[in-house]
């Protein structure tokens, strides 16, 4: 079964620090991979996505490195607030005709601490 | 502009029953996909319907059935409902035209007892 795994699975940043998730994936075939932020009692919301042809994607605070050879890509959040804090989930997925599904990692509980 | 709404947001139901939940995707998408939420986990991918047919299906079996209406909301079906499908069932949409960009909905709440 295609897989990303995902780590750490928990998380603790101070106020102001750099929170970094990492993902691997095994399929050459995923071509978006997308991550997602969701609070508790909530869905996932899209934060930034890249695709293999980048190395790397900024959106804010958010940036997104992308390495194809070692197929792996991270989540680095700048600055991180208490507000940050929230289950994180690395997703990828094929393209062909539409979109296809996505795999999902097992998420990443992140707490920042005032 | 409503996003992703999903009803019932919480239920319970017994092992063998079966259970229908509903999706009405954000304003102007056309595509709808199901994912199944277990706790402490990462979604799954269950199917995605287009044009009111499925597109394309994870690895789960065919007591999970859905539909599409011509409004473009969405129906999941689980038959023989088994303890293991206790979960969050999550339906996100997207359009045909930014069709990797899904948008969630905050999920049903299914527990089988």
């Known amino acids: 079964q295609q897989q990303v795994k995902q780590s750490p699975q928990s998380l603790i940043v101070q106020k102001g620090g750099i929170s970094i998730i990492n993902c691997a994936y095994e399929?050459?075939?995923?071509?978006?991979f997308p991550w997602y932020q969701q609070f508790p009692g909530k869905g996932p919301a899209l934060l930034i996505a890249?695709?293999?042809?980048?190395s790397e994607k900024k959106e804010g605070r958010f940036t997104i490195s992308f390495n194809k050879s070692a197929k792996q890509f991270s989540l680095h959040i700048m600055d991180s607030q208490p507000g940050d804090s929230a289950t994180y989930f690395c997703?990828?997925?094929?393209?062909?005709?539409?979109?296809?599904?996505?795999?999902f990692g097992k998420g990443t509980h992140l707490i920042i601490q005032p | 502009d409503a996003g992703v709404t999903q009803s019932p947001t919480h239920l319970i139901k017994t092992r063998g029953q079966q259970v229908t939940l509903r999706c009405s995707p954000k304003?102007?998408?056309?595509?709808v996909s199901w994912y199944q939420q277990a706790l402490g986990q990462g979604p799954q991918f269950i199917f995605q319907?287009?044009?009111?047919?499925?597109?394309q299906r994870g690895n789960f079996p065919d007591r999970f059935s859905g539909h599409q209406f011509p409004n473009y909301s969405s129906e999941l079906n689980v038959n023989a409902l088994l303890l293991g499908d206790s979960a969050l069932y999550l339906c996100a949409s997207s359009s045909k035209y930014r069709n990797r960009e899904l948008f969630f909905g905050e999920g049903s709440r299914l527990t089988v007892l």
């Open positions: 997703a990828a997925s094929m393209g062909g005709g539409g979109a296809d599904g996505l795999t």
């Open positions: 304003s102007g998408h056309d595509t």
């Open positions: 890249i695709r293999p042809d980048v």
């Open positions: 319907y287009y044009e009111e047919e499925e597109r």
């Open positions: 399929n050459t075939a995923f071509d978006y």
